[in-house]
């Protein structure tokens, strides 16, 4: 069956040993989850944790998904620092370490065809909010001349304190502003609808206040007893249909990339996540 909606599947969302679909595949393993998400007939993989293949596994996953006609979704940059106060590092010796690590994602997005990258930052508890958001769209502006060169957006993602406390880029509006203050057209912002909606703001209101400025979108929804969570599209309160009909007609034609775990336990949990996004894709489509 194809789908009406560019989906795409992770290949681990907290770690890269948990993919989406590791009771379904045949196993956890990178080139069995593709061949799964392949036959499913979703549009493309989300290997979040990329950088952290040794460069020769990533270019093989990446061929391998690109056999399958698979399309690279966007992937974490500094996996192992992204909740550190990088991005808002005031002084040049922060800034220079940042680029360093700029390079190595930039690396990574090379070898593997990968055009998307996820940029959030921890809080400095000992620095005033409003001066490291600055400090961010600065150091972005700054980045994204590199960035552009290759091919590659920077992707400002809001993360709900319900789900990530301690963060820096925690109200959707502070991610407008921040991509807005940065003005490069390599810096983008990530639509994920899933912490959005955790954090009580309507996504489809949310949509209208980030006009022009989206470079991916992220999805998950959300329990509709209010209870912080990203479960199965479709299992809880957001209006897929309406919203991905919305996202589409402000010109978006990039994919929809799937950001929770399966709501139910293994494999039956797995199969109603599938079903549930089939009963989505048909009344979105």
Known sequence: MSWAVPWTAHLGLRGPDAPLFRHSAR??????QIDFIADLGLAGVQDNYAALRPADEQERVAAHAARRGLRLASFVHDPLGWDQPRWSAPDEDGRAA????????????????????????????????????????????????RAGAAGVRLCVEMTSARWLPSMLVDRFDDAVAVVRAAGHPAVRL????????????????????????????????????????????????????????????????????????????????????IERLRAVDRAAG
């Open 98 to 145: 940042l680029l360093a690590e700029l390079d190595r994602s930039l690396a990574t997005a090379r070898r593997i065809g990968g055009h998307t990258l996820i940029c959030v930052a921890g809080l400095d508890p000992a620095r005033p909010r409003a001066a490291q958001l600055a400090a961010m769209a600065e150091n972005l502006r700054r980045a994204g001349d």
């Open 190 to 273: 990530m639509f994920d609808v899933g912490h959005i909606a955790l954090d009580g703001i309507d996504p489809l209101s949310a949509l209208a206040a980030a006009e022009g400025l989206i470079g991916a979108v992220q999805v998950a929804d959300v329990p509709a007893d209010g209870s912080a969570g990203r479960i199965d599209i479709g299992a809880g309160r957001i209006d897929w249909p309406a919203l991905i009909r919305a996202i589409r007609a402000t010109g978006y034609d990039g994919l929809f990339e799937i950001e929770h775990e399966a709501l139910g336990e293994g494999l039956a949990g797995e199969q109603a996540l």
């Open 27 to 32: 196993s956890a393993d990178p080139f069995d």
